[in-house]
Every structure is written in C-alpha cells, then in structure tokens.
C-alpha cells in the first residue's frame, strides 16, 4: 500500500510532466499568411491586449502573473 507521501510525490511528477508539455507547447511557432509566425505566448498578448485596450506592459506583466522583463 502506498504511503500519503508516495502518493504526494508522485502527483508532484505528473505535475510536473503537465507542466513541461504545457511549456514546450507554448514554445512552438504557428505559421500564419504572409510568412508571419507566432508562439501561442505571443498570440495570448496580443489577445489580452485587444480584450484590455489601455494595457502597457506593467499591466501585461500583471494580468499573466510574470515579471515585466
């Protein structure tokens, strides 16, 4: 029988492997017309900024929980 923290440790793991397919999927390029290419990080600014028109960068940064670098 397994332990609670074996159990803990591995729902740690599938988070983890969630989370790395999650990121490389982010990473990838989608190609549009025109030869205009764009990762899905860059489509959801966009995005965002179209939905919240007065948003600057202190305001990007925020509304996705990151740093503004």
């Known amino acids: 029988m ?3 923290e074996d159990l803990i440790k591995e729902l ?3 988070l983890m492997r969630i989370c790395n397919v ?3 999927i982010e990473g990838h390029l ?3 017309d ?3 290419e ?3 990080k860059e489509i959801h600014t966009i995005q965002a ?3 919240h028109q ?3 960068v202190t305001d990007v940064a925020a509304y996705f929980r990151v740093t503004k670098a």
């Open 2 to 4: 397994e332990t609670k």
């Open 12 to 14: 740690a793991l599938h």
């Open 22 to 24: 999650h990121s490389r």
């Open 30 to 32: 989608i190609r549009f």
């Open 34 to 36: 025109e030869g205009v």
């Open 38 to 40: 764009m990762t899905p």
């Open 49 to 51: 900024i179209g939905e």
């Open 54 to 56: 007065q948003m600057n």
